[in-house]
């Protein structure tokens, strides 16, 4: 799969990457590559689509997420809010699971996320290949900011799209990546995305494969033939 992770605020390379991340996902959607882009990384997504961004209000809570020093923690992974889902997305199914006769009911819409980014999709601008599917719940939860003040997130801010047609392409706002320590319940939920992810890059490389393995047969019989 394609992967766009998030950035610092503006440096001097920005516009070296973003140049770079744009080629790169022209060539994935001609391709039909998966994309998993992660917080700023999805902004590329959406604005490459044809969708524009709004700023956003209460979504930083302190440094950006990192590792620990031995790397077996997540730092500054500090959750902000509350989600609401669209409950027929791939995104809800996949944070789901698989369902079995011993599997509980999951509410998605009582997982808090953690939440670094101080611009979002505008749902106003949403481009015709996807679909917004999660979105921010302030129920007054969020924690002081590090200064002090009380976080008052925007309520109902994109968090995540999806794809509505071809390969799947999935933007998010948190950093799903950061939930691998165990440090929260909802751990499990979130490592489901990338594995999902990671899964359909390898499907969509054993096509490729394919492809090529049947070009060649293909070109040796014509060779054949001549």
């Known amino acids: 799969m394609l992967l766009i992770p998030g950035r610092m605020r503006e ?19 001609n391709r039909g590559q998966p994309i998993l882009a992660i917080c700023a990384g999805s902004w590329q997504l959406w604005q490459k689509l044809g969708g524009s961004l709004q700023d956003a209000r209460d979504h930083v809570y302190s440094r950006m997420v990192g590792l620990s020093k031995d790397g077996k923690k997540s730092t500054y992974n500090v959750d902000i809010h509350r989600l609401s889902f669209e409950e027929d997305s791939m995104l809800a199914s996949v944070m789901k699971g698989k369902p079995s006769p011993y599997s509980l009911p999951v509410n998605l819409h009582n997982l ?23 979105r921010s719940i302030d129920d007054g939860s969020a924690p002081n900011h ?17 794809s509505q047609y071809g390969a799947p392409l999935l933007g998010i706002q948190w ?52």
């Open 112 to 134: 808090t996320v953690n939440s670094v980014h101080w611009r979002a999709p505008d749902e106003t601008t949403t481009p015709t290949l996807l679909k917004v599917v999660a």
């Open 11 to 29: 440096n001097e390379y920005d516009s070296i990457r973003s140049r770079h991340e744009t080629d790169l996902i022209n060539k994935a959607c």
């Open 146 to 162: 590090r200064t002090g003040n009380h976080m008052e997130p925007d309520e109902d801010s994109v968090e995540a799209f999806e």
């Open 175 to 226: 950093h799903p990546e950061a939930y691998f320590g165990k440090d929260f319940p909802q751990d499990e939920y979130h490592l489901r995305i990338v594995r999902f992810m990671a899964q359909a890059g390898d499907a969509y490389a054993a096509k490729r494969k394919m492809i090529k393995e049947l070009e060649g047969v293909i070109l040796n019989t014509s060779r054949t033939w001549a």
